[in-house]
């Protein structure tokens, strides 16, 4: 039962701008907990495309953002295209549970 | 190249048990903390277990507590699951991630699949 909340899908045509949030809580975002972001491709293992909110490990594009306000965290992609076809997982630690949490899930669809 | 290959996985009745292996190499194991992450299939993502560098300290999600084990050997450079009273929701693939503790995982294994079923 996952503690972060994200939509289940999000969808744009190439080239447009799409943001996915993740809603956590007091015990967790809201606690100051960092928040990674993972992309999934289909039938792989998951990829770490943002750390400590807004960072980018060496590789990922420019057009992978993180940001982080209050109890949520959001990514956004620009410049959307057909390879970001994939599931987005968000993460961050829950000092409640003592655990790492992963937020529900969102698809990408490109159009 | 850092990498995680992970393998043991298979078909196991419920009430079994099973032992996951995780090789690494292009890093310095004895140097990280390690992490357990699985998938139910069509499913989300969820944290199993974690280790301690030297492997004094270990954590798992609490629905799991007493039925599964960590242990590494930063000799072999290996890391091991090992999985009793396996249950049906225990099916999943199973990833093994170095830990950069509040910092995410990175990278990833390839995963191995787990399926309990009689």
């Known amino acids: 039962q996952s503690v972060l909340t994200q939509p289940p899908s999000v969808s744009g045509a190439p080239g447009q701008r799409v943001t996915i949030a993740c809603t956590g809580s007091s015990s967790n975002i809201g606690a100051g907990r960092d928040v990674q972001w993972y992309q999934q491709l289909p039938g792989t293992a998951p990829k770490l495309l943002i750390y400590?909110?807004?960072n980018r490990p060496s590789g990922v594009p420019d057009r992978f953002s993180g940001s982080k306000s209050g109890t949520s965290a959001s990514l956004a992609i620009t410049g959307l295209q057909a390879e970001d076809e994939a599931d987005y997982y968000c993460q961050s630690f829950d000092s409640s549970l003592s655990a790492h949490v992963f937020g529900t899930g969102t698809k990408v669809t490109v159009l | 190249e850092v990498q995680l290959v992970e393998s043991g996985g298979g078909l196991v009745q419920p009430g079994g048990s099973l032992r996951l292996s995780c090789a690494t190499s292009?890093?310095?194991?004895?140097?990280?903390?390690m992490s357990w992450v699985r998938q139910a299939p069509g499913k989300g993502l969820e944290w199993v277990a974690g280790?301690?560098?030297?492997?004094?300290?270990?954590y798992f999600v609490d629905s799991l507590k007493g039925r599964f084990s960590l242990s590494r050997d930063n000799a072999k450079n290996s890391l091991y699951l090992q999985m009793n009273s396996l249950r049906a929701e225990d099916t999943a693939v199973y990833y093994c991630a170095r830990d950069w503790g509040l910092g995410g995982f990175d990278p990833w294994g390839q995963g191995t699949l787990v399926t309990v079923s009689s």
């Open positions: 292009g890093f310095t194991l004895s140097n990280y903390w």
């Open positions: 280790i301690k560098p030297d492997g004094s300290e270990t």
């Open positions: 400590a909110n807004n």
